[in-house]
């Protein structure tokens, strides 16, 4: 089954404590995305990848790291995680070129404290 | 830059009601245009997509939206609104020429009641 699979589903943690989401994608896809889903805000693109080794910023990149080592991960790392971080975090994959659809994981909670 | 705006964060139909969810873009040059839902606790499933063939698409579950590019407008409906249609609806935009990024609307949650 064609899928994005993002762990953990939820996640509360404290301040300055460094995590990882995961998001993994079986569907060869080369364009990767992490976005963040704020009430009354939609979903806001924090970083993107192109390919493998090709990552850049979206709108709100501050606070996260990303990397593409290999083509079907990308993970999202919060260095050091801060309340405003609090959010809904998605995972998406499409194939390369205009009008693409994404495919989205399930998402992950986070909650900081 | 380009955005996406969806009029009333909120609707209310009843069941077996016409369904209009309102989304307009602001671009020079016809983007690509998408609906996708979210139901609860989970997340986005697409709708529906327009990419400049047919200025009316059909969609799954019912769901039809019509592109006007006179009016920069891409507004969703549903001729009969079910309980199942319950979620909350996204319109975004993709900038053309094969760059993938999409831009989201704030949402609108459709309530259906009996």
């Known amino acids: 089954e064609a899928q994005v699979t993002q762990n953990p589903r939820y996640l509360i943690t404290v301040t300055g404590k460094k995590l990882t989401v995961t998001c993994s994608q079986n569907m060869n896809h080369e364009y990767m995305s992490w976005y963040r889903q704020d009430p009354g805000l939609g979903l806001r693109q924090i970083y993107y990848?192109?390919?493998?080794?090709?990552?850049d910023k979206g709108d709100v990149p501050e606070g996260y790291k990303v990397s593409r080592k290999e083509k079907r991960n990308f993970p999202l790392i919060l260095e050091s995680p801060s309340p405003n971080q609090t959010s809904l975090y998605f995972c998406?994959?499409?194939?390369?070129?205009?009008?693409?659809?994404?495919?989205f994981g399930d998402g992950t909670r986070l909650s900081i404290l | 830059a380009q955005s996406v705006t969806q009029l009333g964060s909120h609707v209310s139909v009843s069941e077996g009601a016409l369904v209009l969810l309102r989304c307009n873009y602001s671009s020079s040059v016809p983007p690509y245009l998408f609906w996708y839902v979210q139901y609860p606790n989970q997340g986005l499933q697409l709708l529906l997509k327009?990419?400049?063939?047919?200025?009316l698409v059909k969609g799954i579950n019912g769901f039809e939206a019509e592109f006007k590019k006179s009016e920069t407008s891409f507004h969703l409906t549903k001729p009969s609104a079910h309980m199942s249609d319950a979620a909350e609806y996204f319109c975004a935009v993709s900038p053309s020429g094969g760059y993938n990024k999409l831009i989201f609307g704030a949402g609108t949650r459709l309530a259906v009641h009996p």
């Open positions: 998406a994959s499409s194939s390369q070129g205009g009008g693409q659809p994404q495919h």
């Open positions: 990848s192109m390919n493998v080794e090709v990552t």
């Open positions: 327009y990419t400049s063939a047919a200025t």
